[in-house]
């Protein structure tokens, strides 16, 4: 795998600077780029889209005088968090007629996203699962204070509200998430020690060793976007997981390889079938146990799991 290669910014790619203005904003915006990826990935769940939003965001920031600007940060935070809320309600219009279970798209992360836990529990699968149940301005200002602690003020001019709007919707937004998020902070030893043995499991096709890994409302979710095989609907039981687990380790037989990585800062597996990447598995540990799997076959969710990618709050 060529998960060595981190994505960078590539100051070319936003044009040739024209002059001493045009170098700064390229200068300024490449400084920002991986928090703004971020932010919009985060608020997307999809990292194609969040790279539309960083196009849209330079073609923005290219335009604006710095001399105007007192916080670039904030400004730049500001625009993404606009363009991402465009799209934010035109793909809630699209995964209605997704076909099956919709999933986040997984990024191979570098090393660094998993030693900030914050960082790292904002970007986990189960996290993004629970932000799509949030209204998209709740979602925003979620992210915008929750995750980048940013000042009310800045966030009510980056979702068009007042501030006390921003406070009341921060206030319903937390609660929503804290009743939906996983109720256990799992060190990363947990999650290596389980993940360890559900490759285990997997790859010698034990049942029993499966069930022993998988918590007993065990959910898994498979996302093949209508173009690779996947399960229609959620499955929840250890016993019914297992069983699927071991009969599609039976049908691929000795063509299954799996090997761990780092998807959204915790411990995941991908896995192939005669060398090529079939899908990623992420994983909702709680209490040693196995409590979701995220099973990720659509192929245009996988380009992310070639290289790593370079997250920044």
Same mark, same amino acid.
Not at 50 to 58: C, G, K, P, R, Y
Not at 188 to 216: C, H, K, S, W, Y
């Given at each position: 795998?060529?998960?060595?290669?981190?994505?960078?910014?590539?100051?070319?790619?936003?044009?040739?600077?024209?002059?001493?203005? @045009?170098?700064?904003?390229?200068?300024?915006?490449?400084? +920002?780029?991986?928090?703004?990826?971020?932010?919009?990935?985060?608020?997307?769940?999809?990292?194609?889209?969040?790279?539309?939003?960083?196009?849209?965001?330079?073609?923005?920031?290219?335009?604006?005088?710095?001399?105007?600007?007192?916080?670039?940060?904030?400004?730049?935070?500001?625009?993404?968090?606009?363009?991402?809320?465009?799209?934010?309600?035109?793909?809630?219009?699209?995964?209605?007629?997704?076909?099956?279970?919709?999933?986040?798209?997984?990024?191979?992360?570098?090393?660094?996203?998993?030693?900030?836990?914050?960082?790292?529990?904002?970007?986990?699968?189960?996290?993004?699962?629970?932000?799509?149940?949030?209204?998209?301005?709740?979602?925003?200002?979620?992210?915008?204070?929750?995750?980048?602690?940013?000042?009310?003020?800045?966030?009510?001019?980056?979702?068009?509200?007042?501030?006390?709007?921003?406070?009341?919707?921060?206030?319903?937004?937390?609660? +929503?998430?804290?009743?939906?998020?996983?109720?256990?902070? =799992?060190?990363?030893?947990?999650?290596?020690?389980?993940?360890?043995?559900?490759?285990?499991? =997997?790859?010698?096709?034990?049942?029993?060793?499966?069930?022993?890994?998988?918590?007993?409302?065990?959910?898994?979710?498979?996302?093949?976007?209508?173009?690779?095989?996947?399960? @229609?609907?959620?499955?929840?039981?250890?016993?019914?997981?297992?069983?699927?687990?071991?009969?599609?380790?039976?049908?691929?037989?000795?063509?299954?390889?799996?090997?761990?990585?780092?998807?959204?800062?915790?411990?995941?597996?991908?896995?192939?079938?005669?060398?090529?990447?079939?899908?990623? =598995?992420?994983?909702?540990?709680?209490?040693?146990?196995?409590?979701?799997?995220?099973?990720?076959?659509?192929? +245009?969710?996988?380009?992310?799991?070639?290289?790593?990618?370079?997250?920044?709050?």
């Amino acid at each position: 795998m060529s998960g060595g290669q981190v994505d960078a910014a590539e100051p070319l790619s936003y044009g040739e600077p024209a002059d001493s203005a @045009a170098e700064a904003a390229i200068e300024v915006f490449v400084a +920002h780029r991986k928090l703004l990826f971020t932010v919009a990935y985060e608020m997307l769940g999809s990292a194609a889209d969040a790279e539309d939003v960083l196009q849209e965001t330079w073609l923005r920031w290219a335009g604006v005088d710095l001399d105007t600007v007192r916080d670039q940060r904030a400004y730049l935070v500001r625009i993404a968090t606009r363009q991402a809320l465009i799209r934010l309600r035109t793909l809630g219009r699209r995964r209605e007629s997704y076909v099956g279970p919709w999933l986040p798209e997984p990024l191979l992360t570098t090393p660094d996203v998993a030693e900030d836990v914050e960082l790292a529990d904002s970007v986990s699968m189960a996290m993004l699962l629970v932000l799509e149940t949030l209204a998209p301005t709740e979602r925003a200002v979620f992210v915008l204070r929750e995750v980048f602690d940013l000042d009310y003020d800045e966030i009510a001019e980056a979702v068009g509200k007042s501030q006390a709007a921003v406070r009341q919707i921060a206030h319903r937004a937390r609660a +929503h998430v804290a009743a939906r998020r996983p109720r256990d902070v =799992v060190s990363p030893n947990e999650t290596r020690a389980a993940l360890q043995a559900f490759q285990r499991a =997997v790859e010698t096709g034990d049942l029993q060793r499966l069930l022993d890994i998988l918590a007993p409302d065990v959910v898994l979710l498979s996302d093949g976007g209508g173009i690779k095989k996947a399960l @229609a609907q959620p499955v929840v039981g250890a016993g019914k997981v297992a069983r699927l687990l071991a009969a599609g380790l039976d049908r691929f037989g000795t063509e299954v390889s799996v090997e761990p990585v780092q998807v959204n800062g915790h411990p995941g597996l991908v896995m192939r079938i005669n060398g090529e990447i079939d899908g990623v =598995v992420a994983m909702r540990i709680e209490e040693g146990l196995v409590a979701g799997v995220y099973f990720i076959r659509n192929p +245009h969710k996988l380009s992310r799991v070639e290289r790593q990618t370079a997250l920044s709050r």
